[in-house]
């Protein structure tokens, strides 16, 4: 009986070890900020469900693995709007998160989406964007997916989507509108393995048009 006792400890105790050091030790996402700038006539921010003061004091800080790098830094940009009215695709990925003009691209209206391709299947913890922050707005219908199959029909993940009357139609999504500012959304992704990062808008409450300035896929 003694011995059984101890099989069962010693087994039990090998396998706490076993999932300790499968563990990942957590750490705060940071990264660096573009200062903050407003400029021009500010704009009412209208919109259902914008998050309240509230909801940013509660939201929590964003974890991720400790030793996850940005990579998408320099990885392929393509986009619904192949011509960008402003600026080139390059410009989402090339680590310049300035809020200048010629710092952001800017796509036609309606529904448009960017996809990087981060070259080989990685796990994803977390994805942090700037749409545009020298102006006070919120962009609609922010849906953002990762996926290994390029055109997103299969093995899908949307890890924020804030259309909540499903005007995108990809389905209702239940995160807050927000307002951008220079230190962007980050969004924090559950280890989904992917090698591609779709990010939708569907205009801002300036006007009709999609910016980016920045996107970062934070992982391993
Ligand atoms: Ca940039
Ligand atoms: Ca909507």
């Not at 680590?95 to 448009?112: A, H, L, P, R, T």
């Not at 990762?146 to 993940?157: H, Q, R």
Request: proline share 5%; charged share 20%; hydrophobic share 40%.
């Amino acid at each position: 009986m003694k011995k059984i006792h101890l099989l069962i400890t010693s087994a039990l105790v090998a396998m706490l070890a076993c999932s300790m050091s499968a563990q990942e030790k957590m750490v705060p996402f940071k990264t660096t900020l573009p200062k903050p700038k407003l400029a021009g006539t500010p704009v009412a921010v209208k919109v259902a469900n914008l998050e309240t003061a509230d909801d940013i004091a509660k939201r929590p800080p964003v974890m991720i693995p400790e030793g996850s790098t940005n990579l998408a830094q320099g990885k392929p940009v393509t986009a619904s709007d192949a011509f960008p009215v402003i600026g080139m695709l390059e410009q989402v990925t090339d680590g310049d998160k300035d809020s200048d003009e010629g710092c952001f691209v800017e796509f036609g209206d309606g529904k448009q989406w960017v996809q990087i391709d981060l070259e080989k299947e990685a796990k994803i913890s977390a994805i942090a964007v700037w749409h545009f922050h020298s102006q006070a707005r919120a962009y609609s219908d922010v849906i953002v997916q990762i996926s290994n199959d390029p055109d997103f029909l299969a093995g899908v993940t949307t890890v924020f989507n804030n259309d909540h009357d499903n005007s995108a139609g990809l389905g209702a999504g239940k995160d807050k509108a927000y307002i951008d500012t220079n230190k962007g959304r980050v969004i924090p992704v559950n280890a989904v393995a992917g090698r591609y990062v779709r990010l939708y808008s569907n205009g801002n409450t300036a006007n009709t048009a999609n910016h980016y300035i920045e996107v970062e896929v934070w992982g391993k």
